[in-house]
């Protein structure tokens, strides 16, 4: 299935095959694709790239199609990695995190820093938290797969 190329975010670079390795749900989703392209957000004379998981409902594409600016896409990424680093010791705790300083890092980024943190919040947090770790620690393989490809992407680019 093609992704649409005639709506307002502007397909570049395309998977159209996404629904055969979206992880867990490899060959029963309804995420169709992915896209980098031109943002749906564009006003004339700007233009910004962004990242589109198409989805589809066996009948039309469906409206909760998702688009993020290329910079929050990486973002999560370093979210994702960051979490897999602290989950790596978590098993020092009790409840999988220090209670008295539920801070995890300030990735530094554009002269601030993005703050990774447990929420603590989550008034369900210690039984959540377990939940999020096993969760993780099942679908290791996977995410590892990716952090390894992206890795090797990463140093052929330099970084």
Known sequence: MKIPTTLKHKPVIVSDNYEK???RNANHT???GLSLGLAQ????GKVDISAKVWRHTGEKWSRQS???PLHRVLDLAIL???AKLHFREA????NLYDEEKPMIDRVGLQGDAMTVAVCTDNENINEDIRLFNQAL???DEMISERLRV????LKEMGY
């Open 30 to 32: 309804d995420a169709k």
């Open 66 to 68: 998702e688009e993020l």
């Open 91 to 94: 098993y020092r705790y009790e």
């Open 21 to 23: 390795v979206d992880g």
């Open 80 to 82: 994702v990695c960051r």
């Open 41 to 44: 957000w564009n006003d004339r």
């Open 137 to 139: 620690s099942n679908d």
């Open 150 to 153: 992206l890795s090797r992407i």
